[in-house]
């Protein structure tokens, strides 16, 4: 099986994960380039579009004697992908990668920018006062903030939030969880990611 790239596709050599909608166009999930060629084989995508595509190349039909494609995009709507819309409105798993990316790595106490390794998930909220680890009770702290602050509330350690958390919606999260997002991709997921997001910021 051979892979054909264009554009900005295939770089080093490995393609890029393939964004799926469910067929109104809201974004769902991605995807390797293996399960959307199965997609595409079991006809099961409504439509596609995005301006990069790659060409799956397989065996010779010994009828034709032509040689199997299968001509993919980089973004696919499947059919009969109606959880799509119910998964765009759930609040996404939270973990410390996407976190982190969501607030820009920047300290919600100091306001400083730190690399990855120096960050640490602060409960706005202790659990012993009460405090739950969601996304709303969750923003991104150095480690001297994060020690300083210790098992109080910023009211309590007179420490002040410099942003408020916020839950990420479904278009930001696939933003946040891909480190390779296409241009086409971004472009078209940033379409239904609220004015208000951080994501935005330049």
Known sequence: MQISNSTEVGARGAFPLILTLDTHGVPHRWITWQHACYYYAKEQVAWAIGSNAFTVYG???????????????????????AMAMRAFSQVPPLNNRELFHRDRQVCAYCAATFAIARLTRDHVTPFSRGGRDTWMNSVTACRACNERKGNCTPEQAGMELVYLPYVPNRAEYLILTNRRILSDQMEFLTQHVPAQSRLLLA
Do not use: D
């Open 59 to 81: 065996g010779m039909n010994r009828v034709t004697g032509q040689r199997s494609a299968i001509t993919a995009y980089s973004i696919i709507a499947i059919k009969g992908k």
